[in-house]
């Protein structure tokens, strides 16, 4: 039967590694001395990307030797190898790499630890805002903002259906994807936003009561927010409301996905379903 290790007392070193490489990234943003990349996926990276996955992949092989790292800079890795591991670090160095290219200031840097297949911890952290999120198993979801002291945060709960539902999108995603997937009998707003993580933190500490996303992401982008989310009394699910999955596939990829804060609204009834 596999077995969970409590591993929280990392930490304080994972937030602190999280904030060196986003201030890495920082510096090369504001100096704007980067250059811009597509992979064969069609995707951008820029040698920020490459820099701070470097620097976290270092300073996580030194804290944890015996614990492998995924990061999304380095996922050429089969299933059949990854299988073999019951806990690995999994790690986007710049979630909102388009963010940082088109200047928005929307990116972050995400550490998650998976362990047998589910992220047990989770931080994200915005270099721009100065804002640390971060949460362990068990153990509630927080946030650190700039130059302040932790604070515990959790999801908005719904008084009833008269209640506007705030919804944060993709800034570059056509608006038409989304509204299409709302029913017309609940009132919403859409709040913009770049980086994948930065926008389920808001639905974890209730700025906004879900995120939709609709288009390609990997288990990177959504790990450690998974993590924060459920400590924080949401969830973070496929479209068909059904849960994600982690390293149980050969493809990284996840399917289209909605961050929940209130999971007790009739989100059946609010989504319309079309995948």
């Not at 859409?190 to 996303?213: H, Q, T």
């Not at 994600?244 to 319309?272: A, C, H, Q």
């Amino acid at each position: 039967m596999p077995t969970t290790k409590d591993l929280s007392y990392l930490l304080p070193e994972v937030v602190e590694i999280a904030r060196s490489a986003g201030q890495l990234v920082l510096d090369i943003y504001e100096n704007k001395e980067y250059e811009a990349y597509t992979k064969s996926d069609e995707t951008p990276v820029t040698s920020a990307d490459i820099a701070a996955h470097k620097f976290i992949n270092e300073r996580l092989s030194e804290l944890t030797p015996d614990i492998p790292v995924l990061s999304e800079e380095a996922a050429d890795i089969s299933l059949a190898q990854r299988s073999q591991w019951s806990r690995y670090w999994l790690v986007d160095p710049l979630d909102g790499t388009q963010e940082f290219i088109a200047r928005s200031g929307d990116f972050a840097t995400i550490i998650a630890l998976i362990e047998n297949n589910k992220p047990v911890m989770g931080v994200v952290y915005g270099p721009v805002s100065g804002v640390t999120y971060y949460a362990y198993q068990g153990k509630g979801a927080w946030k650190i903002p700039d130059m302040s002291e932790s604070v515990a945060i959790s999801t908005h709960k719904h008084g009833g259906e008269s209640e506007s539902i705030a919804i944060a999108i993709s800034r570059r995603q056509d608006i038409n994807r989304i509204t299409q997937r709302m029913s017309s009998h609940w009132n919403y707003e859409l709040v913009p936003l770049g980086s994948a993580a930065l926008k389920a933190c808001l639905v974890a500490e209730g700025a906004v009561d879900c995120y939709l996303r609709l288009g390609p992401t990997g288990e990177w982008d959504t790990a450690a927010t998974q993590c924060i989310v459920e400590e924080a009394g949401g969830r973070i699910l496929n479209t068909q409301l059904g849960p994600l999955s982690y390293n149980e596939r050969e493809t990284l990829e996840n399917p289209n996905f909605i961050v929940l804060g209130d999971e007790s609204l009739p989100w059946k009834d609010i989504l319309i379903v079309k995948d």
